[in-house]
């Protein structure tokens, strides 16, 4: 079976009870008191600035990818609560982004992948100019390129690769993350390397373990950082639960 007719033969799945996803475990070994605000007791994410920036950058590559024209493309991802100055960056981004000679072309965006109670979201899926191969992948709103040794991001690749592989046999060998970086060009981070047996044993025996460490956590401690609290949707929230208690220097600084 040709790589095209593999592409046009998957069907995006949704979100079902019961699935584990590697963003929701990531959330919850960065903050367990942020994973239970957003998935246990389904407290609405309040608006934050950073989340509202990287939804904007993911929607209009969306769009741009799914023939809509420029212009209209930026129009319709400030659907957003955005300042004029946070607008006029994403506007910025995006016209830097669309200068960026990308080495595939994508077939489909924002697509919904599952294999048995596995889940992930796919930013976008396609085929090696070249090479003609599948591709995949990601795009990150961060100051930060990975590196190849990156856990988060090795663990992303290898759970996305097994349900490829596994649900809709593509096999991938290349996975691309492109990464957004305020008003600079964007930079793409190429992993060429196809995902090893044990990278995906890994991966899952880290989804078992977290759901296991989920279901027997009775505190959810907060992880206060400096940056992470900063950029936390749920940071006022955090904080006045934790009036009465002795304020850290940490708490201070967050909320002046």
């Not at 957003?80 to 072309?105: C, H, N, S």
């Not at 190429?190 to 899952?204: G, H, L, W, Y």
């Amino acid at each position: 079976m040709s790589n095209v007719i593999k592409l046009e033969s998957v069907k995006p799945q949704k979100w079902e009870n019961g699935c584990v996803s590697f963003s929701r475990y990531s959330t919850y070994h960065s903050c367990a008191r942020k994973f239970q605000y957003k998935y246990i007791d389904k407290v609405e994410e309040p608006k934050n600035k950073n989340f509202e920036l990287g939804k904007a950058v993911h929607k209009f590559c969306e769009l741009y990818h799914n023939g809509v024209e420029f212009d209209k493309a930026i129009v319709d991802c400030m659907c957003y609560e955005l300042e004029d100055k946070d607008k006029d960056m994403i506007e910025t981004m995006a016209k830097l982004y669309i200068e960026v000679e990308l080495p595939y072309e994508i077939k489909y965006t924002e697509m919904g992948i599952r294999h048995q109670n596995y889940y992930g979201i796919l930013d976008f899926i396609g085929t090696d100019n070249i090479t003609g191969e599948i591709i995949a992948g990601d795009y990150k709103t961060s100051a930060r390129m990975p590196s190849q040794m990156d856990l988060a991001v090795a663990k992303q690749r290898a759970l996305y690769s097994y349900i490829l592989s596994e649900e809709y046999d593509i096999d991938i060998n290349t996975f691309f993350f492109i990464y957004f970086i305020k008003t600079k060009k964007p930079k793409i981070a190429i992993f060429p390397t196809a995902v090893t047996t044990k990278e995906i044993d890994n991966v899952k025996s880290w989804l078992v373990g977290t759901q296991e460490n989920i279901r027997t956590d009775r505190n959810f401690v907060a992880n206060h950082s400096s940056m992470g609290c900063n950029m936390c949707s749920y940071k006022t929230l955090c904080l006045r639960e934790n009036l009465g208690k002795e304020l850290t220097e940490l708490s201070i600084n967050l909320i002046k």
